[in-house]
């Protein structure tokens, strides 16, 4: 039976964290920490993990400023905007809620943003210096970031570890393999076009699956005694659920529990890391723009 490798517990102790040197800023007279969510559209994931985010900011002390734009909102005025919230000094953090609508370029809004208020670290400067030895990204993205730190707080070894990341997105595969690359592990990345990919999976003795795809990693597909971090979150129908569905991740949960030495459940395990992450990546702008 996998130790499950709880979430909330590491994710509550770094919010804890968060908010007492977000009162010690107080005390000192500093200026409180401030990330403006900027949402565009009406993707209606996107409007919860906005929510969450913006509530988790107010319950850290730290100050929440938001805008929703229409779906239609033209590609200038969105980097008008974030022209503005770079120029505001009670403005720390600037997040773009991804995916954009259609027809705005996702590039350009992200590189538009001031790469010290850039706590998503989606900016190409900090993605870029991620993915380069010795150089070093002011903040890293929120999900992968919160991935490491689950793995390194919950004492899993991955110096020469195998690890094998399913999904090569900007926002989770791509940025978790480079950490892991960076904490000495040896990566595998494993995407729709690779073969065998079941028998890849079932080599990693860490297992990041991170492609969105409800319960695709079965029981077989991991190695006896694994490290398995789930990052999907999707909502499948339940008849059998009050709402009448409910959310698994890339693993069949019941299943790995057998054969897994750790897992995160879904939810409870990597989402309560993402959100963790941005806080603390908000205190660290707030500090960096005091000095
Ligand atoms: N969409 C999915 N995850 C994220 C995230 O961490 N940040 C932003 N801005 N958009 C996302």
Not at 187 to 215: F, I, M, Q, W, Y
Request: contains cysteine; neutral net charge.
């Amino acid at each position: 039976m996998a130790t499950i490798l709880d979430g909330k517990v590491i994710a509550d102790e770094i919010r804890a964290e968060v908010a007492e040197k977000t009162a010690a800023r107080k005390a000192a007279g500093k200026r409180q920490p401030g990330l403006a969510a900027v949402l565009v559209g009406d993707d209606p994931a996107s409007h919860v993990y906005v929510k969450m985010k913006r509530k988790a900011c107010e319950k850290a002390g730290i100050q929440s400023f938001y805008y929703e734009l229409p779906a239609s909102t033209p590609q200038a005025e969105l980097e008008t905007l974030v022209a503005k919230l770079n120029a505001d000094p009670a403005v720390h953090g600037i997040l773009v809620q991804l995916p954009l609508p259609k027809g705005l370029d996702e590039e350009r809004v992200l590189q538009a943003i001031d790469i010290r208020k850039d706590v998503d670290g989606f900016h190409p400067l900090n993605i870029g210096r991620l993915a380069q030895k010795g150089r070093e990204p002011l903040f890293l993205p929120a999900t992968p970031a919160g991935v490491m730190v689950l793995l390194q707080r919950s004492g899993v070894k991955l110096e020469g570890a195998n690890a094998v990341v399913l999904g090569r997105s900007n926002i989770v595969g791509m940025p978790v393999a480079l950490l892991l690359i960076e904490a000495n592990a040896t990566v595998t990345v494993c995407h729709s076009r690779t073969k065998n990919l079941k028998e890849v999976c079932a080599s990693a003795d860490v297992l990041v699956a991170a492609v969105g795809r409800p319960e695709m990693v079965k029981r077989d597909w991991i190695k006896p005694g694994a490290v398995v971090i789930d990052v999907g979150v999707n909502r499948i129908d339940d008849p059998t659920a009050e709402k009448g569905t409910r959310l698994v991740g890339d693993v069949a949960y019941e299943e790995a529990l057998d054969v897994a030495g750790a897992i995160t459940p879904v939810p409870g395990g990597v989402g309560p890391m993402t959100i963790a992450m941005l806080l603390a990546n908000t205190l660290k702008a707030a500090e960096l723009a005091d000095s």
